[in-house]
């Protein structure tokens, strides 16, 4: 949790040292669906609170919208999720970007104020708002929260997309740390936890089998199940000719199950 939280402090600090922001944020692979400079949200209308609160699709409605980040979309063609008596009805002529996360549909719930989501919330946000991009027509910004009455993001915006970034870069780190530790197989049966390794455990083929390990979450006090390299040498020091051909077994981010014999590719959880 704090890791995180220091993660987009620190990421925070360098934007804001940033002159040119917006456009260091236009090179951040992932963060188009949230920049209005390459959305195309920069057309389109201004709306109020107001103006929106009236497009929820009943009678003497003009339609039928609602807002992701700040952006206003005609979901009339999603009618059935979004009017009067749909599943998703709720969604509709308000801005409530954090419900689509929390999936807290009440109406203390169904807010703009997403300065609490995480970054993997936040990158969960930003998919919901391409889905919206690529389904519906955007029709413009929402003045208020995340735009300003000329149209220009808000400082909850540019916080917004701090974090965004910050999840894509550990989503990226996650991607990298994967390929060195591949996560384990696991099961749970009639009481029974196994975890186990294969050449293509956790998506990632590979050439080798290797052994469960518990590895260290950074940011947060868990771990989880990984297969280990135990042959050659250290993912870090991948051209030395002086090792111990342990593969990454010494690496210090990993501790060994309890009462698992360390060299078998599965162990049954105990713990
Ligand atoms: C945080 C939780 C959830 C959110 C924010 C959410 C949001 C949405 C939204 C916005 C749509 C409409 C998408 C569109 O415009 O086409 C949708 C459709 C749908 N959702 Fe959810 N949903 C959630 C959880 C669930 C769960 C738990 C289920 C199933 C148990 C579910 C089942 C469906 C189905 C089946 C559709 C498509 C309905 C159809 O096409 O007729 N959703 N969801």
Same mark, same amino acid.
């Given at each position: ?38 959305? #195309? ?7 109020? &609170? %107001?103006?929106?609160? +009236? !497009?929820?699709? $009943?009678?003497?409605?003009? =339609? ?20 009067? #008596? ?7 002529? &308000? %801005?409530?970007?954090? +419900? !689509?996360?929390? $999936?807290?549909?009440?109406? =203390? ?163």
């Amino acid at each position: 949790m704090l890791g995180y939280v220091a993660a987009a402090l620190s990421l925070t600090a360098v934007l804001v040292l940033r002159t040119d922001l917006w456009s260091f944020l236009a090179e951040v692979p992932g963060l188009g669906a949230v920049l209005p400079e390459t959305c #195309g949200v920069q057309a389109g209308r201004l709306l109020t &609170r %107001d103006e929106l609160s +009236a !497009y929820h699709g $009943g009678p003497g409605s003009p =339609g039928l919208y609602l807002a992701v980040l700040g952006q206003v979309f005609d979901v009339h063609e999603g009618s059935k999720h979004y009017g009067p #008596g749909g599943s998703y009805s709720f969604f509709t002529a &308000r %801005d409530a970007s954090r +419900a !689509y996360v929390t $999936g807290d549909f009440t109406d =203390g719930g169904l807010v703009d104020d997403v300065s609490e989501l995480s970054p993997s919330q936040m990158l969960h946000l930003n998919n919901w708002l391409s889905f919206y991009q690529k389904t519906y027509a955007a029709v413009g910004k929402l003045v208020g929260h995340f735009y300003d009455e000329d149209g220009n993001p808000t400082k909850a915006l540019e916080d917004a997309l701090a974090v965004i970034a910050v999840g894509l870069k550990l989503k990226e780190e996650r991607h990298e740390e994967n390929k060195q530790f591949p996560p384990c197989n696991s099961e749970f049966n009639s009481g029974v936890s196994r975890v186990w390794c294969s050449k293509n455990s956790g998506g990632i083929q590979r050439n080798w089998v290797g052994v469960p390990r518990k590895l260290h979450i950074v940011g947060y006090d868990g771990y989880r199940c990984v297969c280990v390299r135990t042959t050659g040498p250290p993912s870090e020091n991948p051209d030395s000719e002086e090792h111990n051909d342990r593969g990454d077994l010494d690496n210090p981010s990993l501790k060994e199950y309890k009462d698992c014999n360390p060299l078998f590719d599965w162990c049954l959880l105990k713990e």
